[in-house]
Every structure is written in structure tokens, then in C-alpha cells.
């Protein structure tokens, strides 16, 4: 029986991502990609509320399960499952579970700005009142590089920043776009990233 899963992306690069993720560990799904840069553009300026009737518009009619890999979205398209009457789930969500099965001190690491206040958020949401102290890191310098097509720079930027880290249980690397960086990280901290957890947490393991 093939499974089916929309995905919705603010960027085209997250695509091929999740399609050898699924290839890999999932080959009997279908995934159907929506990508709407808009949304990111967008939620950055004007916050991430500004979007939920645009997010709306783009999964009205979707039939079955739907991921977000836009952390920066991620919360306010979760709140529209009810509405549409499907299951919505953010991709970083099962990344956060285990950021604080890991341990209290969470450093979490962003290109964009407007990622850190959900990420945080949803670590707060799924520490569940278990004490946890999250710092963030905006890593400014990578995301024009990231803007340019550059993944080798943006990815080396993200790991020069996470390697910068100290005092921390765990670092979590908040975009999807930024998990290439995990493998050039030297640090002796586990580095976490969303892509393939968030896709099984949809798919099955």
C-alpha cells in the first residue's frame, strides 16, 4: 500500500532532501511537494501569523497527512489541521523531543532570525514543564550565502558556529536547510537535525 504525504517547503532546495530521505528509508511513499518561498519571505517581515490565511489557501483541499519543513512556519500551520481536517505536523517537532530527552541546556542555531522565538517555543511545548534553558545563536553570516546557492559556505558557516558552542547538552540545528552542516561539525556536542526524524515521524521509522 503506498503512503502518501504533502510536503510544504519555503524554499525548492529542501525537495531533493526529502526525496532520497524517502527513497532511502521510505521507497513505498508518495510525497507531493508545494513550494511557496513567499511564505518565509513574508513570515520574516511581518511575523508568522501574517501568513496563516496563505498557508491556509495552499493545503485547502489537500487530501491525507501534510509536513511543514519551514520551522519558521511550522507552529501556525500545525494550528490549521483542525480547520482543513488533516493532520499537520512541523518537521522539527520530533528534533525537539529529543534536543531535551538529551538534556536541559539547549543551544539552537538559525540562519534567519524569525526561526529562533518558534524553535524555542516548541522546546518550551515539549519540555512539558521540565526545566530547560535554551540559548540562541543567530548565525547571520550564513543565510546570504544560502540566498547566493552557496550550500558548501552555508553549511561550513553553520558548523564554525556550532563548533563555537560551549556549555550546552545538545545543539539543534533549527532549519532543514541547515542539516548538511551536522557532518562538517568537529564539536563533541550531538548536533540535531529535522529532516529525517520529522519525515519517519510522518512515514514510520
Do not use: K, N, Y
Request: hydrophobic share 50%.
Amino acid at each position: 500500500m503506498v503512503r502518501g504525504l504533502t510536503l510544504l517547503h519555503t524554499s525548492p532546495v529542501h525537495v531533493p532532501v526529502f526525496e532520497a530521505l524517502r527513497d532511502r528509508h521510505h521507497p513505498d511513499a508518495a510525497l507531493r511537494h508545494l513550494v511557496a518561498p513567499e511564505l518565509l519571505d513574508r513570515a520574516r517581515v511581518h511575523g508568522p501569523g501574517a501568513v496563516v490565511g496563505d498557508i491556509r489557501a495552499r493545503l485547502d483541499g489537500v487530501d491525507g497527512p501534510v509536513l511543514v519543513t519551514c520551522s519558521t512556519i511550522g507552529a501556525v500551520a500545525e494550528s490549521l489541521a483542525p480547520a482543513l481536517g488533516v493532520p499537520v505536523s512541523r518537521v522539527d517537532r520530533p528534533m525537539a523531543v529529543e534536543a531535551v530527552r538529551r538534556g536541559p541546556r539547549i543551544a539552537v542555531l538559525a540562519a534567519v532570525g524569525s526561526t529562533l522565538a518558534p524553535t524555542a517555543e516548541l522546546l518550551a511545548e515539549v519540555a512539558d514543564g521540565r526545566p530547560v534553558s535554551v540559548r540562541t545563536h543567530l548565525v547571520d553570516a550564513a543565510w546570504p550565502l544560502f540566498e547566493a546557492g552557496d550550500d558548501a559556505g552555508f553549511h561550513a558557516a553553520v558548523a564554525a558556529a556550532a563548533d563555537s558552542v560551549t556549555d550546552a547538552d545538545v545543539i539543534v540545528l533549527a532549519q532543514v536547510s541547515m542539516a548538511g552542516a551536522a557532518a562538517l561539525a568537529r564539536t563533541r556536542l550531538p548536533v540535531l537535525t529535522s529532516p529525517r526524524s520529522g519525515l519517519a515521524a510522518c512515514l514510520g521509522p
